[in-house]
């Protein structure tokens, strides 16, 4: 069994885009209420904002996927864990998606069911890509790849049994 973790530069930058949002409402509040009130408000906020971080921080360390011949058990950011045996798995598609209006791509992979749905899915954004090298030589299965990158929305017209239920509908109609 292989134990895949997230990259561990996304919890530092991460880290620094929550400090950016956290410290300009810390500075209104001092504004706001001037130096002598604002004391016990800015503790609480900074308080909360500690505890949020910390609950984050173990959230993102707990975060892997377990990978074997027998199949994926994956806990997730949220806690909640899955279970993928290997009897369901039909093969392993890896798709380069372009990133919004953009022509950045970002390497994605997808564990698919032998039903056609995604199962499994791990982002560029979140993991390595010699991470998601791994996957299909330790399920045994057959990897296949994508050789021109597509659009969320060709892939929502081609594929939709692979994206999550947020992912299908489209919001420009």
Do not use: C
Not at 91 to 115: A, H, K, P, T, W
Not at 148 to 157: F, I, K, S
């Amino acid at each position: 069994m292989y134990t895949l973790r997230p990259r561990r530069t996304l919890g530092s930058s991460t880290g620094l885009t929550f400090a950016a949002l956290v410290l300009p409402v810390l500075a209104a509040e001092l504004w706001l209420f001037g130096p002598r009130g604002a004391w016990p408000l800015v503790a609480v906020t900074v308080a909360l904002a500690a505890v949020l971080l910390v609950v984050a921080w173990v959230a993102y360390q707990r975060t892997h996927a377990s990978i074997s011949m027998y199949g994926i058990v994956e806990r997730g950011f949220f806690g909640g864990t899955s279970t993928v045996a290997a009897r369901d798995i039909a093969g392993v598609l890896r798709v380069q998606i372009y990133r919004g209006n953009s022509l950045d791509v970002s390497q994605e992979l997808f564990v698919v069911s032998r039903s056609g749905r995604g199962v499994f899915r791990m982002r560029g954004t979140f993991w390595d890509t010699s991470t998601m090298d791994r996957v299909a030589p330790i399920l045994g299965a057959e990897e296949t790849v994508h050789a021109e990158p597509v659009t969320l929305a060709e892939l929502r017209r081609s594929d939709p049994k692979l994206l999550y239920w947020f992912e299908r509908r489209s919001l420009a109609r």
